[in-house]
């Protein structure tokens, strides 16, 4: 594709459940990124990928939280057991090189609600 | 530690005047500094960045940025300021290293009048 897309766009979830949300990052792009963008405020990192291994999951707020790119492309961001205080938009970003100085491009966002 | 700041929540200009969101920064090393604007409902778009040389930095849609090491600084400017431009700015900074996270500033709205 020509961007960075995420499904699903909404999500509405009840305390407790457990959600997944998706990334589809651009063709070719060996690094993916998670942020959680609370309201009001700016993203914040959560976790990161250089094709399928994860080297950088320090900003996951909980052990509910986990996340996977098993083929080095699309990937998933799990939270289980969801609580209001997980309400946000979600942000994932891809880009072309491993660390250096590109920049990342960004998907829509999921917006998650916790009720 | 890493950090940016942005001290203003908003601001307000005049279509056809010069429009400057600030930015300052902390971080060790040589920073890599970024620009993001973000529109209603939609994903951050790239607009610019500071890696080295140069540090007056020229990017998408009539905007630049000015670093200043002196200051920790890297403040967006765009000569003459369209309504179109009215968004959320975010400023960003990241130091070299194998994992790329950006740090991001808390935004900044623009509101461009007619």
């Known amino acids: 594709g020509a961007g960075v897309s995420q499904s699903p766009r909404y999500k509405v979830a009840k305390r407790g459940q457990d959600v997944a949300l998706r990334c589809d990052p651009i063709s070719g792009h060996v690094s993916l990124f998670w942020y959680q963008q609370a309201l009001g405020q700016g993203p914040e990192f959560l976790t990161y990928?250089?094709?399928?291994?994860?080297?950088?999951k320090s900003g996951l707020p909980s052990d509910r939280f986990f996340a996977e790119r098993p083929e080095g492309s699309v990937s998933t961001l799990k939270i289980q057991r969801t609580q209001q205080e997980d309400s946000a938009v979600y942000l994932c970003?891809?880009?072309?090189?491993?660390?250096?100085?590109?920049?990342?491009?960004f998907g829509p966002g999921t917006r998650l609600t916790v009720l | 530690a890493q950090s940016v700041a942005q001290p203003e929540d908003q601001v307000n200009v005049a279509e056809g005047n010069p429009l400057t969101v600030k930015c300052t920064y902390s971080v060790s090393g040589n920073p890599y500094l970024f620009w993001y604007v973000q529109y209603p409902n939609r994903g951050l778009q790239f607009l610019l960045k500071y890696i080295t040389g140069d540090n007056l930095v020229k990017g998408s849609y009539g905007f630049e940025a000015e670093f200043n090491k002196s200051q920790t600084s890297f403040h967006l400017k765009k000569p003459s300021a369209l309504v179109s431009d009215s968004a959320l700015y975010f400023c960003?900074?990241?130091?070299?290293?194998?994992?790329?996270?950006?740090?991001f500033g808390q935004g900044t709205t623009l509101q461009v009048k007619p």
């Open positions: 960003a900074v990241r130091r070299w290293s194998n994992t790329g996270k950006l740090i």
């Open positions: 970003a891809s880009s072309s090189a491993r660390g250096g100085a590109v920049e990342q491009f």
């Open positions: 990928f250089q094709n399928e291994a994860q080297l950088d």
